[in-house]
């Protein structure tokens, strides 16, 4: 099971059709995908499932219906156990972007969060997950694909929030303060600090 979020809801690639029995049900077709997401877009829906028997094949073939979007980002400590957090359209969120041609997805994330924050020194401690959702671009739904590593660096320099990104402040948060800022963050980025 896959969900990709339409607009903070979830739109579930499943292929388990008990899975769909509360929800409405899609066919993986373009036509059926973009009636999915429109209708999650207007909150027509609150959930809606697109079913394929096969869950090596669902995302595979879903991609083929709607343009993927590959990026890396990460969740960043520093020394005092704070975590690295931007603020761009009006939320909370982490530093993330599209991966280059030739650059490898670890590369893209640690090349992003630098970009982003001016953030040096960074080292990836582990690999977390991998989150979904739609954007629109140029008139277009396009999935974007997140690969999400925890980091770590020792860097205590000044923050630069990447401004042509639309990013406007950069800040370390400690424990309360990451709680507050996913009050006013994405479903995928509170995804990524829930306690397993």
Not at 33 to 49: D, M, P, R, V
Not at 92 to 100: E, F, N, R, S
Not at 167 to 184: D, M, Q, R, S
């Amino acid at each position: 099971m896959y969900k990709v979020f339409v607009n903070e809801l979830p739109l579930i690639l499943t292929n388990k059709l008990s899975d769909t029995t509360n929800g409405e049900y899609f066919l993986l077709n373009q036509e059926s995908i973009q009636l999915a997401i429109s209708s999650l877009k207007k909150g027509k829906l609150k959930e809606a499932f697109i079913y394929h028997p096969s869950h090596d094949e669902i995302l595979k073939k879903f991609t083929k219906e709607m343009p993927l979007v590959i990026a890396g980002g990460g969740v960043v400590s520093n020394n005092k156990g704070e975590v690295l957090f931007i603020y761009r359209n009006d939320k909370w969120d982490l530093p993330k972007g599209k991966l280059d041609k030739g650059e490898s997805i670890e590369e893209c994330a640690i090349r992003e969060v630098e970009e982003e924050t001016g953030v040096k020194g960074l080292s990836i401690d582990h690999f977390l997950q991998t989150t979904y959702h739609v954007f629109r671009h140029n008139g277009i739904n396009k999935l974007k694909q997140v690969h999400w590593y925890a980091m770590s660096t020792d860097y205590d320099g000044k923050l630069k929030p990447e401004k042509k990104e639309g990013i406007f402040k950069v800040k370390w948060k400690g424990p309360a303060k990451i709680k507050k800022a996913l009050e006013n963050s994405y479903v995928n980025i509170k995804i990524l600090f829930q306690e397993d």
